[in-house]
C-alpha cells in the first residue's frame, strides 16, 4: 500500500497494484494478524465476506486491502525441519505468479518439536504466513478445515508440510483454476506424474485402497486419476456452507464426495520421499479410510452437482464493478494447461466397453483351445490343473496384447517403451487373477446361497467380472504411472 502524504492523515488513493481503493477518511491501524484463533463447532467452510477486516476491526475504514486470491493450508506435525525450505520455496513461486494476492496458513496439531513457534517466528519474514496452533483437536483432515474456515481467499488448497509436494506445481494449479476449473489436482497417475521410491508395500496398500474406493464410491472415485491425493486447490464457492464430516487424512475425497464439483484439472507430480521424519501413515490411517468410504457411501447427496459460481460477487466492493474485478484479478498472461479435465456428465465409454468384451470372446476362444491341446487324452495329457493356468495365461497375454493396441491404443501410444508395457500388461495380469477369484466366489453364492441354475449363475458371473475387468483395468493399467 502506498504511504499516506497528507498532512491531514486524509488519503484518496486509486487501485495500485491490485484491486485497493479506500476512502477520503482518516485510517486507523489496521493490526497484521499473524496467529490465528483455532476455531470451534462445525466443520464448514463460510462464504466469503466482503471484507473480513472492518468486521474484524470495526474502527478500520479501509474499504478493501490487496484482494487474497489464493489460501494455501499447510497442516504440520512436528515439520520443524522442513518449514523453512518449504515456506521459502512456496513464497517464490507464489511471489512470482500471484504477488501480493495469496496468505499462507500453517495449522499445526501443537507439535512435541514446536513447529508452530518455529512458523510464528517465519511470519515476521514471510508477510502473507499466517499461524493456528491447534490444541483442542487433532488430525489432518480436520486442521485442513479449520484452515480453511480462518482463509480469506476465492481459491483455498492444502500442500503437505513435509516438501513431499514439490511447490512449482502450485504455478500449474493456480492456471488451471484461472482458466475455470472447480478443482485442480496434483497426480501421480498421469503423464509428468509418479513417485519417487515406493517400497512395494506401500504400493500394493496405495493400489489396493483406490480399488477399493473404485468399487465402493465409483462415482466420487472413479473422478479423478489420484483420489488419494493431499495436494489441490477448490474453489471456495464449490464447498462452502457445506457440512464435511471426514474421517482420517484423505480430505480430497470428502470435497469430491460433498461439494459441487463439476470440472476437474488434474496436472501431474512426482511425489518426493521424505527429507526427514517418519511418514504418518499407519494401518490405522487405512482403516479410517474404509470408515469414510462407507460414511460418504451411505450420506452420499442424491442427483448431479450444480456448477459453482466462477467469481463471488461478496468479495468485491461496491467502488469495483464485477467486470473490473475480473479483469483485475493477477492470473494474466498464462497458458492453457496441459492435463486432463474429468466433467461428471461424461458418458460410459460404450465403444471401449464392446471391444473390450469382444476382446474378452477372443480370449474364451483360446482358453478352450488350449486346454483341449494341453490337457486332452488325445494330445499332450497333461493334468488339467496345470493345463487350465497355462491356458488361462495364454489368453490372458492374448486378451492384453489387443486391448494394448486396440481397445485402449490411444492410451497406450502415449506410455512408449516397453517397462511401461510390462507395468501395463503386470497390472492387467493381477486385476485378471482378482477377477477370476471374483467369478468364483459370485458363482458359489448364487448357486449355493441363492439356488440359481449353475449356467445362470455362471453367466451372471461372468457378466460382472467383465464390467469388473473393463472397469479397473481403465481405472489403473491404461495410465501414466511413472516417469524417467
Sequence with gaps: MLPCKSADNKCVYAKHNANIVLKDKALDPVPLVMFIEEPQGPLHVPRLQANPSLETYPNARVALAPAVYLSLIIPTYNERPTL????????QV???????????????????????????????????????????????????IRGWQVARGEVLGVIDGDLQHPPEILAKLLKAMAQGSDLAVASRHIDGGGVSDWNLTRRILSRGAQILGLIMLPGVIGRVSDPMS???????????????????????????????????????????????????????????????????????????????????????????????????????????????????????PLKHFLQFCIVGFSGVLIDMAVLYLLSDSATLAWGLTRSKIIAAE?????????????????????QQGRLKQLKRFGKFNLIC???LLLNVLILNLLFNGVGLNRYLANLIAIAVVTFWNFWINLRLSWRVTAIK
Design 394 to 414: 495364454i489368453a490372458i497375454l492374448n486378451n492384453f496384447l489387443w486391448n494394448d493396441r486396440w481397445t485402449f491404443g490411444e492410451i497406450a501410444r502415449q
Design 230 to 348: 493431499g495436494y489441490f486447490l477448490v474453489r471456495r464457492a464449490a464447498i462452502a456452507e457445506t457440512l464435511l464430516n471426514p474421517t482420517g487424512y484423505k480430505i480430497l475425497i470428502e470435497v469430491l464426495g460433498r461439494g459441487k464439483i463439476e470440472q476437474i484439472t488434474e496436472v501431474g507430480y512426482v511425489f518426493q520421499e521424505r527429507h526427514s521424519g517418519t511418514s504418518k501413515v499407519t494401518l490405522r490411517q487405512y482403516s479410517q479410510y474404509l470408515i469414510h468410504l462407507l460414511r460418504l457411501r451411505m450420506r452420499r447427496r442424491s442427483g448431479q452437482n450444480r456448477r459453482a459460481p466462477r467469481l463471488n460477487a461478496s468479495a468485491i466492493p461496491p467502488e469495483i464493478s464485477p467486470e473490473e474485478a475480473r479483469h483485475t484479478l493477477p492470473l494474466q498472461g498464462w497458458t492453457q494447461v496441459s492435463s486432463k479435465r474429468f466433467n461428471p456428465l461424461t458418458p460410459f
Design 94 to 144: 507464489l511471489d512470482q505468479h500471484l504477488p501480493n494476492h495469496y496468505e499462507l496458513i500453517v495449522v499445526d496439531d501443537d507439535s512435541s518439536d514446536r513447529t508452530w513457534q518455529l512458523a510464528e517466528e517465519l511470519s515476521h519474514a514471510y508477510s502473507p504466513l499466517r499461524v493456528m496452533r491447534r490444541q483442542q483437536e487433532q488430525g489432518l483432515s480436520t486442521a485442513v
Design 84 to 91: 523453512t525450505p518449504l515456506i521459502r520455496l512456496i513464497s
Design 433 to 435: 487373477l482378482l477377477g
